[in-house]
């Protein structure tokens, strides 16, 4: 019995820890640009070969898919497209394999050896498979699925079978139009509008509040006036704009008049 642990014990130890990898989608910023990344779990011993993904826009706003940019340089072999000639790569192809106005198929995968000229030691274990621009800069949210028909994502140990949530593909959010701090009356410009607009809320509530001049949450279209950031509107908020309008004051046009808070 005693050696039979022993044995497990080895194993257990010797055995690789196959903690999984993470594929996803997030916007640079406030740009039209979507990088689509990947991770293997620090634990994980194995790596990631190729990936067959397909990547596609919600249809809210009628977003497209536009340029695909930034391509990894490693996972260099596009089998979607790759040209073979008398038994010769001619041309390794494209990362796109087949697109349409707002989804795209990516393939790419990585045929490092020791014997390639190029490309002798596989990718590292995170970094980015590729950037697209969304077209039209409408809003949208990013879909990412494996696409099984084109092999989805092939790991370098073949045989192994990993459960299922091995690989995680997590989408976003993308937004071009951000909230404007300070901004309550809709004119992307916090001015005296924006003040008058939040005394008038106030002013209500002053009675028996506590302390006065203060409403929580927000009333609804006023969220943006909270530029404390504590949940409330109160004349706090209103201190604080007026403190960041008043250097724009002398010559601006109108007077109290400045971009979105910072």
């Not at 990088?35 to 826009?57: C, Q, V, W």
């Not at 490092?112 to 002798?120: E, I, L, R, S, V």
């Not at 509040?209 to 004349?235: F, H, K």
């Amino acid at each position: 019995m005693k050696k039979i642990l022993l044995v497990l014990a080895v194993l257990l130890i010797a055995s690789p820890t196959w903690a999984g990898l993470d594929i996803t989608a997030e916007q640079v910023g406030d740009t039209n640009t979507v990088r689509i990344t990947y991770d293997m779990e620090d634990t994980d011993p194995n790596l990631p070969r190729a990936f067959a993904l397909e990547i596609s826009l919600s249809q809210e706003n009628g977003a497209n898919i536009g340029p695909v940019t930034s391509v990894h340089p490693e996972f260099h072999v596009y089998p979607g497209s790759i040209v073979i000639t008398g038994g010769v790569v001619t041309n390794q192809g494209t990362p796109v394999a087949d697109s349409d106005a707002n989804s795209i198929i990516v393939e790419m995968g990585s045929l490092y050896a020791a014997t390639d000229p190029c490309h002798t030691s596989p990718p590292a274990e995170n970094g980015t498979l590729l950037e697209f621009q969304v077209a039209n800069d409408q809003d949208c949210n990013v879909i990412l699925v494996e696409n099984a028909i084109r092999g989805g994502v092939v790991m370098e140990d073949t045989t192994q079978v990993f459960s299922s949530g091995y690989v995680t593909l997590t989408g976003c959010r993308v937004e071009f139009n951000p909230a404007c701090k300070g901004d309550v009356t809709g004119d992307t410009q916090v001015s005296i509008g924006d003040l008058s607009a939040i005394v008038a809320a106030l002013s209500p509530a002053y009675a028996g509040s506590t302390p006065p001049y203060t409403a929580c949450p927000p009333p609804a279209g006023l969220e943006q006036g909270d530029v404390t950031g504590d949940g409330c509107l109160s004349i706090a908020d209103l201190s604080a704009i007026v403190a960041y309008l008043s250097p724009a004051y002398a010559g601006s046009t109108p007077p109290y008049t400045g971009p979105c808070m910072p």
